[in-house]
């Protein structure tokens, strides 16, 4: 009786201990140390070999209001008028004398101004009165602070890129070109990234200047770039004030890469 | 929440598990048999001796403090234990021997050696039984998971070639697991080799302790049969 009983006790302490094993390497004990993905804003860097990454995002968040403005005044004309007169009072001023003198000048004039102004140098202030109104306008709230964060951001960004860009390029410059083209591909890497410099994970998050040429390449420059991050993987000399603030920082960042 | 997330993990065995080929599958799910056959008879047969051995020493203290062997013998010779089957066995060799006028002395000492060191071997017999089971396990266990792993390498190198692709994320997780059947057989064997020897050195104490309360019965006997001359 009592050995039947022990089998049967042990067969399902045996059961329930692969139960219990199998559960917890699913649940706790293999969970593999995945970082618990912070919900920290990304820094979007363009760390290259080539210098494209900073300057395009400090250049490209001016242009816009300046185009826009110029956009506009194009579209519309007709409206422009009455600002004009104001803005290059020195012109009109003279030619109302003239058309006290002449009924019939007078008309001329004011087409004249229409005509003068979108020719010659008073484009100048044109841009720079509708560039006012503009800002004036419905964006005038948003645009500031957009200004201020992207401007503090772009600072502490291209110091980061800089700091970034130093410390990558030696791993960078050792890496072999697979083939012809796979110098084309733009690998953006996501890297997460402790306090002291280390690296948490790297991750692919996009690709691009992936032509029929270089196609086959495209893994393995995945790869590559993946591989530079974490040869060079302890970061040294980071700002530590800079590692998570409001708008981001380089706790968690993303580096573009692309063959030498 | 860990929960999800875990259920997600490249890591976790029924990931592993459900993205392997059929053959490792099989590989694996015959290992994992084996390994919960291997812990079943581990605690069956750990318990089992642990309780034999507690109670074998009181049994045989009993044995030696009693006043009657026969009063003993009556009274406590259907507990279910070696020691009682020894001394069953050698009752009943010793009533038969002497049940005539003319005692065979050297003649019934022989057959009740005989008759004891068989009870001795019959209960070894039947605690030793399945621990075969665990040295097979033990030696066979990784080389079935090395298979499964050989098999589910070959299959991934052949999507390498399929897909023409190098990249280290398609060979990796076939190659995971693969090697997730050869873990599970050493997470089988190595359990069964180290309770194997841990259980065949408890039967071996038995084995010892049991021969000694036959010899010292059988002395007793022998002496009790010179004293019926």
Known sequence: MSPDRAEIAGTGAAIVFHVALIAALSTSLAHMAQAPEPPSMEVELVDD??????????????????????????????PTPPPEPVTAPSVPAPKPMITSQ????PQKPTATPRQAPAKPAPRVSRIGDDFLKGITGSDAPSRPARQSGATFDAKAKASVAALFQRLVQPCADNQVNPGSGANRIRVTVNLRLRPNGSLASASVVRVSGVDDDNASYEERVKDLAVAVYRECAPFRGLPPDLYKTDQGGWSNINLTYKLP | MPEFQASNDMMSPLTLFLHADIVVKVVMLGLLAASIWTWAIIFTH???LKRINRATEKYEADFWAADDIDAFHTKRSNEKLPSAAILTAG???WRRSTRTRNIDRSGTRERLATRMNAAVAAELDRLGDRLNILATVGSVAPFVGLFGTVWGIMRSFTSIAAQNNTSLAVVAPGIAEALFATAIGLFAAIPAVIAYNRLTHGLDRLEARLSRFADRFHATLSRELEAEG
């Open chain 1, 102 to 105: 002449t009924a019939q000048k």
């Open chain 2, 91 to 93: 009752m009943d060799e």
């Open chain 2, 46 to 48: 750990s318990i089992r």
């Open chain 1, 49 to 78: 070999v080539g210098l494209q990454s900073a300057a395009p995002q400090t250049v490209s968040t001016p242009p816009p209001p300046s185009e826009a403005p110029e956009m506009g005044q194009a579209i519309e004309p007709a």
